[in-house]
């Protein structure tokens, strides 16, 4: 696609259950990252691909919290056991190395409630 | 590690006002600085970025100097409009250039008036 598609744009979901946020980055992007953005703050890091490998994932609040991206490609972050305090903004954001370095392209979000 | 500052909003200027948003870091090493925009309704995107010391990033108008001696990137516009009215976001880099990722402050919510 032409940007970084994220789905669902909106989750409501009851404490206690489990989510799953998926993102597709931009075609040929090798870098993919995940950040939390709670309302009225700036996005913080929660962790990163390198094709299929997580490279870092030291921003992962807690081990409720798991990303994956099997194939290199589609990503998807999930949450179990969501609590209220995760609820917040999940952002992904896509890079390449012919790229300007640092330049992050995003998603939409998908905005996460927890009830 | 490393963190970024800057000023609080809203800020709310007129139409073709001068605008300064203040951004102050800390970090160890010489990471690379940049500034993300968000309009409404859509992603965050790269406004302008400096990889060194008394490098100046541009675009749209918009400029900002890497200055290590005070450790800012101040962005700053000297006149705005209307469609600049956005969230502005400092940020420097995790690591080197970027490769790994981003370290973000709170965001300035900017509005500009007719």
């Known amino acids: 696609g032409a940007g970084v598609s994220q789905s669902p744009r909106y989750k409501v979901a009851k404490r206690g259950q489990d989510v799953a946020l998926r993102c597709d980055p931009i075609?040929?992007?090798?870098?993919l990252f995940w950040y939390q953005q709670a309302l009225g703050q700036g996005p913080e890091f929660l962790t990163y691909?390198?094709?299929?490998?997580?490279?870092?994932k030291s921003g992962l609040p807690s081990d409720r919290f798991f990303a994956e991206r099997p194939e290199g490609s589609v990503s998807t972050l999930k949450i179990q056991r969501t609590q209220q305090e995760d609820s917040a903004v999940y952002l992904c954001?896509?890079?390449?190395?012919?790229?300007?370095?640092?330049?992050?392209?995003f998603g939409e979000g998908s905005r996460l409630t927890v009830l | 590690g490393n963190s970024v500052t800057q000023m609080e909003g809203p800020v709310t200027l007129s139409e073709e006002a001068f605008l300064t948003i203040n951004c102050t870091y800390t970090?160890?090493?010489?990471?690379?600085l940049f500034w993300y925009v968000q309009y409404p309704g859509e992603g965050l995107q790269l406004l302008l970025k400096?990889?060194?010391?008394?490098d100046k990033g541009s675009n749209k108008g918009f400029e900002a100097t890497y200055r290590k001696e005070t450790t800012s990137f101040h962005l700053e516009k000297g006149s705005v409009q209307v469609s600049d009215s956005a969230v502005y976001f400092c940020?420097?880099?995790?690591?080197?250039?970027?490769?790994?990722?981003?370290?973000f402050g709170k965001g300035t919510h900017l509005i500009i008036q007719p």
């Open positions: 954001a896509s890079s390449s190395p012919s790229t300007i370095p640092g330049e992050l392209f």
């Open positions: 075609s040929g992007h090798v870098s």
């Open positions: 691909f390198q094709n299929e490998a997580q490279l870092d």
């Open positions: 970090a160890t090493g010489y990471p690379s």
């Open positions: 400096a990889t060194k010391a008394d």
């Open positions: 940020a420097l880099s995790r690591s080197g250039g970027g490769a790994d990722g981003l370290t």
